[in-house]
């Protein structure tokens, strides 16, 4: 069981824990609607979205009429983001503001999940794990951000992190006995870079410059939902151990199918 420790005394409605977090500018007021796309993006990419996966896991653990549950997972995520920006001050990581959400979302995900609360690894272990998202500056295509906007540029972040959180809960599912940073960055290297090199070929036919992050962030988040799949399939074929080249093979026979359904799609739609 993991040894992550929660601040109890912590008790504020939704809202207030949003802002709480940093998830929600406290100048943001939800209830307003926004005036502009950017402004609508810089909504989701603030956090406040963030919101339902969390209602959701209170529900599947049956705390959904708790009073005090709702603060107290806040509570929960905000230390466990803590920590792994301790970590990535440990190990020297260059720490930009899309890191913050990319963190937001990577700790939230982990967090509301079975196999934390479940977990035999510490949390410390957990949150080094999670500090590959600060040395991931290649995948996230840096030299683009001159390009876009941040909120575009931060879509990229939010999308890595679903994907880093499939990998991270199977770590965990199958209580793995060996190096869990190298499983993780070949399987996330992996797996972006099979999303990139899709829109290389059809970046000049089929991709406005414009809708270029907005169609990789998709793909990659599309591509975490089928690895997560596959993970699900191999955890009950794992036995602590992790063929992370088998896995990388499965999931690109299974991207392939799934574009070439979406281009059959397309073209049928003329």
Known sequence: ????????STNASPLAALQKSGTMSVELNPTVKASSTKSTLKEIVNG???????????INQGAEQNDHAFPELMDSIKLFQQQILIKATEFNYKILPMHYVAINRLAMHVICSSEYSNSKFSSEEISSWCTHLFDMDDI???SMLGEHTDD???LQFIAVSHLATAIIKFIINI??????DDVLSELMSSTIERVDSHIDEIYEQF?????????RNHLINQSSVILSAILDREVENSNETINAPLINKKFDIA???Y????????ETRG
């Not at 069981?1 to 109890?8: E, R």
């Not at 406040?48 to 209170?58: E, Q, R, S």
Request: proline letters at 4%; charged letters at 15%; zero cysteines.
């Open 48 to 58: 406040v979205k963030t919101i339902t996966p969390i209602v959701k896991h209170l």
């Open 255 to 257: 991207y392939t199918n």
């Open 140 to 142: 996230y295509a840096d």
């Open 259 to 266: 574009i070439a359904a979406i281009t059959l799609r397309a």
């Open 1 to 8: 069981m993991n040894d992550f420790n929660t601040n109890l």
């Open 207 to 215: 991709i406005e410059p414009n809708s270029a992050m907005y169609i």
């Open 175 to 180: 209580n793995y006995s060996g190096d869990a």
């Open 152 to 154: 575009e540029f931060a």
